[in-house]
C-alpha cells in the first residue's frame, strides 16, 4: 500500500508495483509474481497452478518468469513457455544474470515470430483482460481461474491443473510437456488437439463475448484503434459480455 499510495501522491497518476514478498490483503495494492524459477519442464505447470492460487488469495496481476530463471532454457521449452506465458496476466520473459539469453531475438526468425503472433493475440485481448482486472478489484472476483470454477458439477474438470480460464469465457490450453500434444476436455469427453510448436490451442466459450482492440507499437496507440467484438454463441444462438473502459490513466 505504501508503494502504490507514493507513487499516486508522486505522479498524480496510477501506478503499478510488482511484488514477490506478499501478505493478506496486499493483493489489493500490488502485483505478484512468483519467485526465482527454473528453465525446467516441471516449472511450467507449476506457474498455472502458482496464478491459481494466488488468484484465490486476492492477486490478480500474477505470472512467473517466462522461460525460467535460473539456468539454460532449450529452444523447444521456452517457444512453449511463451505461448503459455503470453497469458499469464503479468506477462514477463525473464532470467538471471550469467544464463544464456532467452528473450524472443536471441533464438531464430521462426521463434521470433512464433512469439509476435502469441503476444499479438494478447494484445488484441487486452480490453478483455482489462475488463476482468476491473472485475476484479470492484468485486473480487477472479481473473484467472481454474475451470472448475465455472463447471463445479462436471467432477472431469475438478483436477484439470494443466488448463486455465480468463474469467468465464476464454480457456488456455497450453503444451506444458516436451514433445506432447494436448488433451482437452469438451462437452464431458476428452479430445486431443494438434499443437505443433508454433501454435497453442484457445477457446472462447459459447454464450460470451469478448471485446477486442487492435494492437499498436504500445498502448497508448493501441487504445486509439477501432474496437471489435468476438461473438461466441451457444446452443440458443444468443451471448452476452461487457467492457470496462476508462481513459487508462485517471
Given at each position: 500500500k505504501l508503494f502504490s499510495s507514493?507513487?499516486?501522491?508522486?505522479?498524480?497518476?496510477?501506478?503499478?508495483?510488482?511484488?514477490?514478498?506478499t501478505y493478506p490483503t496486499s493483493g489489493r495494492w500490488v502485483g505478484h509474481w512468483l519467485g526465482d524459477n527454473t528453465a525446467a519442464w516441471n516449472q511450467v505447470d507449476k506457474s498455472i497452478i502458482g496464478m491459481m492460487d494466488f488468484s484465490l488469495f486476492g492477486y490478480s496481476y500474477t505470472g512467473a518468469d517466462i522461460c525460467g530463471f535460473f539456468q539454460d532454457t532449450t529452444y523447444e521449452l521456452c517457444a512453449r513457455w511463451m505461448e503459455l506465458g503470453?497469458?499469464?496476466?503479468?506477462?514477463?520473459?525473464?532470467?538471471?544474470?550469467?544464463?544464456?539469453?532467452?528473450?524472443?531475438?536471441?533464438?531464430?526468425?521462426?521463434?521470433?515470430?512464433?512469439?509476435?503472433?502469441?503476444?499479438?493475440?494478447?494484445?488484441?485481448?487486452?480490453?478483455?483482460l482489462y475488463t476482468l482486472l476491473f472485475d476484479a478489484h470492484t468485486k473480487g472476483s477472479t481473473v484467472v481461474r481454474p475451470l472448475l470454477h465455472e463447471f463445479i458439477e462436471d467432477k472431469n474438470t475438478w483436477d484439470v491443473y494443466k488448463q486455465f480460464l480468463w474469467g468465464p469465457a476464454f480457456?488456455?490450453?497450453?503444451?506444458?510437456?516436451?514433445?506432447?500434444?494436448?488433451?482437452?476436455?469438451?462437452?464431458?469427453?476428452?479430445?486431443?488437439?494438434?499443437?505443433?510448436?508454433e501454435h497453442i490451442n484457445l477457446h472462447v466459450?459459447?454464450?460470451?463475448?469478448?471485446?477486442?482492440?487492435?494492437?499498436?507499437?504500445?498502448?497508448?496507440?493501441?487504445?486509439?484503434?477501432?474496437?471489435?467484438?468476438?461473438?461466441a454463441l451457444d446452443g440458443n444462438e444468443t451471448a452476452n459480455g461487457h467492457l470496462f473502459w476508462d481513459d487508462g490513466n485517471s
Open positions: 507514493s507513487l499516486r501522491s508522486i505522479t498524480g497518476q496510477r501506478g503499478i508495483v510488482v511484488c514477490r514478498s503470453a497469458f499469464y496476466p503479468y506477462s514477463r520473459n525473464h532470467n538471471g544474470i550469467g544464463w544464456k539469453r532467452q528473450d524472443p531475438v536471441s533464438f531464430d526468425a521462426a521463434f521470433e515470430e512464433l512469439s509476435r503472433n502469441v503476444l499479438n493475440i494478447r494484445y488484441t485481448l487486452l480490453p478483455y480457456m488456455i490450453s497450453a503444451v506444458v510437456e516436451q514433445g506432447a500434444k494436448e488433451e482437452v476436455t469438451s462437452s464431458n469427453q476428452w479430445k486431443t488437439l494438434q499443437a505443433p510448436l466459450r459459447g454464450g460470451y463475448i469478448l471485446p477486442q482492440q487492435a494492437p499498436a507499437l504500445n498502448t497508448n496507440y493501441s487504445r486509439l484503434n477501432p474496437m471489435k467484438l468476438l461473438i
